[in-house]
C-alpha cells in the first residue's frame, strides 16, 4: 500500500467509519506525534480525541477533495462537516507516514464562510 492509499483508508476509517481504533492499530506508527495543539502526542490520546468528537457530533463526516504525496508526506484537503445542514470547514491535513505507518500530523481549520469575496469555492 502506497502513502497516499495508507493515509485515506486511515482518515476515512477514523472520521468517516467512526473507528478510530482500527485506523489506530492498523496504520499508526509505535510513536505518534501530535503537531494540533489541542490533541496531546500518542495512539491513545488521537483515539480519545476522535471518539469524543464524533460522541459530540455523530453526524461527523470528511469529504475528501484532494490527497497530495510528496517524499513522506501526504497531505489531505477536505471538506468537514459536523453534520448534513453544516457548511463544513475546510481541513489541510498532513501527516508523515515511515516505514508504512503514520508517525507525525498536522491540521489547519478554517470555517467556510457564508459569504466570500469572491466567487470561488474553498474547494
Known sequence: MDNKAIVRDFYETAFNQHDPESAVQKHMGATY???NPMVPDGKDAFVSFVSGFVKQFPGLHSDIKR?????DLVVLHSNMKIN?????????DIF?????KIV?????VQEIPEKSANQNTMF
Not at 507525525?104 to 489547519?108: I, K, L, R, S, T
Request: proline share 0%.
Open 104 to 108: 507525525e500530523h498536522w491540521d489547519v
Open 84 to 92: 448534513q445542514e453544516d457548511r463544513g470547514s475546510a481541513v489541510v
Open 96 to 100: 508523515r507516514v515511515e516505514g508504512g
Open 67 to 71: 490527497v497530495l504525496s510528496e517524499g
Open 33 to 35: 506525534r501530535q503537531h
